[in-house]
Nanobody, 124 residues
């Protein structure tokens, strides 16, 4: 059974950094598409970043967030720097086990498995 376990969320001041981790269990990552989404209260879930053969980022996080993959640990990381209050949300990772590529990464319906989410709060 495929499971995704996120960790690394928390409370940070504006301008600070956090690193989120998504550990994939029961499936070998290779170059399957793994994406990070976030959902703030009262808002729709939005795609933040994706990694497969390439990487993609939402315009709102370009230059501040970096996605990477550690295949030896079957883990995807999201390094978040220069955090802003508007980054506050629950962050989820998700995997598409059937397709690689990040051309259409921001559609939640594409993904087969999701993590439970981790809260990120950016506040002074």
């Amino acid at each position: 059974q495929v499971q995704l376990v996120e960790s690394g969320g928390g409370l940070v001041q504006p301008g600070g950094s956090l690193r989120l981790s998504c550990a994939v269990q029961g499936f070998t990552l290779d170059y399957s598409a793994v994406a990070w989404f976030r959902q703030a209260p009262g808002k729709e879930r939005e795609g933040v970043s994706c990694i497969s053969w390439t990487t993609r980022y939402a315009d709102s996080v370009k230059g501040r967030f970096t996605i990477s993959r550690d295949n030896t640990r079957n883990t995807v990381l999201l390094q978040m720097d220069s955090l802003k209050p508007e980054d506050t949300a629950v962050y989820y990772c998700a995997i598409d086990v059937g397709r690689s590529g990040c051309n259409v990464y921001d559609q939640p319906g594409r993904y087969d498995y999701w993590g439970q989410g981790t809260q990120v709060t950016v506040s002074s």
